[in-house]
């Protein structure tokens, strides 16, 4: 099983700041097969990101992602107030599909 | 606009039985595969099982092997979980989501449903 570890565990930042976090996977992901989901309180989690650097339908250029192997990265420019969230990595490459333990981006 | 519509949840005592059901509507539901994501409230995510668009080829996480039987409609554009013999760990919010692709879930899941929670309680 591939454990995808992401750090930090907290980010708190202010609106226009960049916010980089960390994805890192226990072996390496097959495929570029990693996305990134957003998540609000109270809301089902959001395809921000997949196959490493494709945004999903409707996010906006402020998002980027990068990485490959068993690092990876997602990038928002300028923070926005309604970026701030949870943030989950997954790998969908191989079985059993698993997710990282998210990232909280906050507003300081 | 495709929506994805999960309900089903409930209180259930341990070693009970549940079926929770996502309507899917917008997209040409028997095109997909379909998975269920599970989250307990606080934590993190799980993907439990997932289903091909035929309604075969099942994936099941180890941890509910054995007791969830994920099956579709294809007529009625839903998704069922068959859930028994339930646990305390099993309590979590119910995702159904939408994978890539029609055979398989090797996919990003986009969109999700609003999710349904299961609380397993005496």
Known sequence: EIVLTQSPGTLSLSPGERATLSCRASQSVSGNSLAWYQQKPGQAPRLVMYGVSSRATGIPDRFSGSGSGTDFTLTISRLEPEDFAVYYCQQYGSSPRTFGQGTKVEIK | ?122
């Open chain 2, 1 to 122: 606009e495709v929506q994805l519509l999960a309900s089903g949840g409930g209180l259930i005592q341990p070693g009970g039985s549940l079926r929770l059901s996502c309507a899917a509507s917008g997209f040409s539901f028997s095109s997909y595969a379909m998975s269920w994501v599970r989250q307990i409230p606080g934590k993190g995510l799980e993907l439990v099982s997932a289903v091909t668009g035929r309604g075969d080829g099942p994936y099941y996480a180890d941890s509910v092997k054995g007791r969830f039987t994920v099956s579709r409609d294809n007529s009625q554009n839903t998704l069922y979980l068959q859930m028994k013999s339930l646990r305390a760990d099993d309590a979590a919010v119910y995702y159904c989501a939408k994978c890539g692709s029609s055979d398989s879930c090797y996919s990003p899941l986009d969109p999700w449903g609003q999710g349904t929670l299961v609380t397993v309680s005496s």
